[in-house]
T-cell receptor, first 114, second 114 residues
Framework: GAGVSQSPSNKVTEKGKDVELRCDPI?????LYWYRQSLGQGLEFLIY????????KSGLPSDRFSAERTGGSVSTLTIQRTQQEDSAVYLC????????????FGPGTRLLVL | GNSVTQMEGPVTLSEEAFLTINCTYT??????LFWYVQYPGEGLQLLLK?????DKGSNKGFEATYRKETTSFHLEKGSVQVSDSAVYFC?????????????FGKGTMLLVSP
């Protein structure tokens, strides 16, 4: 079956521009997570969705970061006014209740801010 | 808070050597423990998991045992192959308010030479 997909796979942008990253979770997975993988910081949790609501946004690093999920499926992570320190690989994962602790990851979007 | 500490790499081995990658954790609550693997150019894949003390997770010849008394989840393989070259991440999750997020170690790169 289809796994978690993310687009674009690579994104190069200029400092100050906005970017949108997309995640399609595995069909039927109600839980969706965003993580960031950057040099020196390892893998960091950003935000968690259960259905369309986000009960845990504690990992978003600043108010330039936001995310939404519609129809209990696709999610978009938006970074406004990008900075060079936003350069990283953004990973999306999904999981299925009740085995919510097992998360399946997408291939990631590699973001480079020049 | 929750944290995972794993040995720094790179770990360099010859084919058929024995592998151990150490992982220790601190957690509030009762965590599930995971090893994820990231092959070059690919996304994170779940390698194995254990959900309670003394459980042994195993997959593809890799094993790890959940040791509550030493708060450890060391990854082992009896005979590594070149194809095992990848970055290995130890992680934990704790159910909290009905959901869990993953806390990762910084990753250990394994390089296996023929």
């Amino acid at each position: 079956g289809a796994g978690v997909s993310q687009s674009p796979s690579n994104k190069v942008t200029e400092k100050g521009k906005d970017v949108e990253l997309r995640c399609d979770p595995i069909s039927g997975h109600t839980a969706l997570y965003w993580y960031r993988q950057s040099l020196g910081q390892g893998l960091e949790f950003l935000i968690y969705f259960q259905g369309n609501s986000a009960p845990d946004k504690s990992g978003l690093p600043s108010d330039r970061f936001s995310a939404e999920r519609t129809g209990g499926s696709v999610s978009t992570l938006t970074i406004q006014r990008t900075q060079q320190e936003d350069s990283a690989v953004y990973l999306c994962a999904s999981s299925f209740l009740p085995r919510i602790e097992t998360q399946y990851f997408g291939p990631g979007t590699r973001l480079l801010v020049l | 808070g929750n944290s995972v500490t794993q040995m720094e790499g790179p770990v360099t081995l010859s084919e058929e050597a024995f592998l151990t990658i150490n992982c220790t954790y601190t957690a509030t609550g009762y965590p599930s423990l995971f090893w994820y693997v990231q092959y070059p150019g690919e996304g994170l894949q779940l390698l194995l998991k254990a959900t309670k003390a003394d459980d042994k997770g195993s997959n593809k010849g890799f094993e790890a045992t959940y040791r509550k008394e030493t708060t450890s989840f060391h990854l082992e393989k009896g005979s590594v192959q070149v194809s095992d070259s990848a970055v290995y991440f130890c992680a934990l999750s704790v159910l909290n308010s009905g959901y869990s997020t993953l806390t990762f170690g910084k990753g250990t790169m394994l390089l296996v030479s023929p």
